[in-house]
């Protein structure tokens, strides 16, 4: 019996003659852009540095396209960004030691937000590699923990002919559900070494799908169909399995309500009659969540933010659908089902008989309306016309990345995101800087519509140097920063919980002016004109800046 791996695919004449006569003049840094080539890559960021020049030369002689950003972490960010609305990985190309350090933050980001990353290093000489103090430039004694905590799995490849297949095996990681950053390190000499290597040709690396066990998708059918009161939370990994039109199917069949986490913004309709909109901050929401008596949770770990911090505690039968194994019962005892959110949800849909229950709708309009009565009596009204005011002025397919400042957080709740994987923020690892870069990365990935990017001016100055990468590329992505003269939200964190706040307060430039300077248009907008100013400038291609002056509130926390 022949098997499938059994098959050996043949060489054609053209094929073996290109192999006999390899060009001349190529390095080890031609076999990285030939098997990114080959692995369906076209697009690269990155920043070039001492030890890494060989792939970056090898760049001139291929047909990717390279977006160079101003600072590791920043590309890291747009890369990450490019994952997350293409659904491929995105090779980041970066130098040895400190400029591959320097990655790490959006490395983290990325690896919580389940976006798939390649992050291809250069390494010190092949000889220094082990450990010893030789005094290479950037030497770090072992590079590779640096980074083995924060990525799915590391790579180090020792000699040229390790390249394709180290790089394969990374993608295929990478695309894994979950999808996460990996990373590779190649050592300068092996990068710049002329080859005599073939180029390499195209590179199967289809990673295996997750596929549910089908007595544990029989059992969670069977409860749902019997449940009193089923909920729904739907988490990140729905959008990033592109499986909203079948939770949309599940829940009209069943009649549940459905809560969407900060990371499942937009996988579910945001005005659909059993849409508890993502209000996870609020103890109404967490009430009827707790009231459940099954709780069907796809695609999220129930963490910090998806938990209203930890204070919620479901007294029904919780069914946990979630590609991360570490994430299955992390939290809370559940039927954990370890599967790709789409191909679960496919099963639950061909076993689960329809389920009607005429009041649902009436239960989640109660809640929704004890939510905004609990935001109206706080005097927020300010807050709420400026995410009203960004969702008119965003068109509906537009995505948009908010960084870690206080109208972000109201968009995780209060935005409606219209349509899945349309909005992105950090919350992930919650890091300061995201917004930005990762709506450059977002703009290289699909030029066809304009990007929003939204910081804070502590955020802003994060990734300030960017702005020549914008213009440089001409990428069409629109900044808002909030100019409340610091770091908002640590100083409404810091006099809530100390009396007084310490370090929060924040010289800065005149953004209008700086943005000019460097070639970008830039508005001085004011609350009664940003939905005027924001249209516009997401309707001239090309980068821009919005500047709002605006102290801004949050709402009051339930979890205290």
Not at 25 to 31: C, F, I, S, Y
Not at 514 to 539: M, N, Q
Request: proline share 7%; hydrophobic share 45%; net charge negative.
């Amino acid at each position: 019996m022949t098997h499938d791996h059994d098959l050996v695919l043949r060489p054609t004449a053209a094929q073996t003659a290109a192999a006999l006569n390899p060009p001349a003049g190529r390095t080890g840094g031609d076999l990285v852009v030939e098997t990114l080539t080959g692995l369906g890559a076209t697009t690269v960021f990155g920043l070039p540095g001492q030890h890494a020049l060989g792939m970056f030369d090898a760049l001139r002689r291929s047909a990717l396209r390279y977006v160079g950003l101003r600072v590791e972490n920043n590309a890291g960010f747009a890369a990450d960004a490019y994952g997350r609305i293409t659904g491929e990985a995105a090779p980041l190309l970066l130098s040895t030691g400190p400029g591959a350090l320097m990655s790490l933050a959006a490395l983290q980001e990325a690896a919580a937000a389940s976006a798939p990353v390649l992050a291809i290093g250069s390494q010190v000489p092949a000889a220094g590699l082990g450990g010893g103090r030789h005094g290479y430039l950037h030497e770090l004694r072992d590079q590779r923990a640096s980074f083995r905590d924060v990525v799915k799995s590391v790579h180090t490849v020792r000699t040229q002919s390790q390249i394709p297949s180290a790089l394969a095996a990374a993608w295929e990681s990478a695309l894994t559900a979950p999808h996460g950053p990996v990373w590779v390190e190649i050592p300068q000499d092996v990068l710049l070494a002329e080859t005599t290597l073939p180029v390499v040709t195209a590179m199967d690396a289809t990673p295996e799908d997750v596929v549910p066990r089908p007595e544990l998708t029989a059992l969670a059918a069977h409860l749902l169909a019997g449940a009193e009161r089923p909920a729904i939370i739907a988490g990140g990994g729905v959008v990033r399995s592109d499986a909203s039109g079948k939770l949309l199917a599940l829940a009209e069949r069943l009649d549940i309500p459905v809560v969407t986490t900060f990371g499942g913004k937009g996988a579910f309709p945001w005005e659909h009659p059993l849409s508890l909109r993502s209000w996870l901050e609020d103890r109404h929401t967490t009430d009827f969540l707790e009231d459940a008596d099954v709780l069907l949770v796809i695609g999220s770990g129930l963490g910090e933010l998806s938990s209203n911090y930890h204070t919620f505690a479901p007294r029904g039968r919780v069914i946990q659908i979630e590609a991360d194994a570490g994430k299955l019962e992390s939290n809370h005892p559940a039927l954990g089902i370890h599967a790709d959110a789409r191909l679960a949800l496919q099963a639950l849909l061909e076993t689960v008989p329809e389920r009607r229950d005429p009041t649902a709708p009436e239960r989640v309009a109660a809640v929704l309306t004890k939510v905004r009565e609990r935001i109206e009596a706080q005097d927020l009204g300010l807050e709420q016309r400026l995410v009203a005011a960004v969702r008119e002025a965003l068109p509906d397919r537009s995505p948009s990345f908010w960084d870690m400042t206080i109208l972000a957080y109201w968009a995780w709740s209060a935005f409606d995101a219209r349509h899945p994987n349309t909005m992105h923020s950090a919350q992930g690892a919650g890091g300061l800087g995201y917004g930005f870069p990762a709506a450059l990365g977002a703009a290289a990935a699909d030029p066809s519509r304009p990007v929003l990017a939204v910081s804070g001016d502590g955020g802003a100055m994060y990734s300030i140097a960017e702005l020549a990468t914008a213009r440089q590329y001409g990428l069409d992505v629109t900044w808002l920063i909030v100019d409340d003269g610091g770091y908002g939200i640590l100083r409404e964190y810091m006099t809530d919980a100390f009396g007084e706040a310490t370090g929060t307060e924040l010289a800065r430039p005149d953004f209008v002016a700086l943005a000019e300077s460097f070639g970008v248009p830039a508005t001085l907008t004011s609350p009664e004109t940003l939905t005027e100013d924001l249209t516009k400038s997401l309707a001239t291609p090309g980068p821009s800046v919005v500047v709002l002056p605006a102290l801004l509130r949050m709402f009051a926390p339930t979890h205290l």
